[in-house]
């Protein structure tokens, strides 16, 4: 099972990042595929998560309005629209296959690879 994750970088205040999760095909079979983000000196945070069966979606209220997350089972790829980006959105984004939906979904991970980095600032 691996998960590859890009398209990170270092955009203003304000901007917008899309980064892609290139996963291996059963890796999609997953009951919750996301991204968590870890950033220095603080705690882990699940950012956004979406099942595979009916593709309902879970935002973290810090995000909601402002990331979508989105995949494409063909390309067996996810991805995380990022906008209107703040610097408190700055970390590393990490993707991973969960167990669990919801606020603690990215608890339950059984996977997840290399992170991207995001640094929003001015």
């Given amino acids: 099972v691996q998960l590859q994750a890009s398209g990170g970088g270092l955009v ?9 999760c290139a996963a291996s095909a059963t890796t999609l079979d997953y009951y919750t595929i996301g991204w968590f983000r ?20 879970y935002y973290a209220d810090a995000v909601r309005d402002r990331f979508t997350i ?6 067996s790829t996810v991805y995380l629209q ?3 980006l703040k610097v408190e959105d700055t970390g590393v984004y990490y ?3 969960g167990t669990s939906f919801g606020p603690s979904w990215y608890l ?11 640094t929003v600032s001015s």
């Fill in 38 to 57: 870890q950033a220095p000196g603080k705690e882990r945070e699940g950012v956004s998560c979406i099942t595979s069966s009916d593709g309902s979606t």
């Fill in 82 to 84: 990022m906008t209107n």
């Fill in 108 to 118: 339950s991970r059984s996977y997840w690879g290399q992170g991207t980095q995001v």
């Fill in 95 to 97: 993707c991973a296959t």
């Fill in 12 to 20: 203003q205040p304000g901007g917008s990042l899309r980064p892609s």
């Fill in 70 to 75: 989105s995949r494409d089972n063909a390309k």
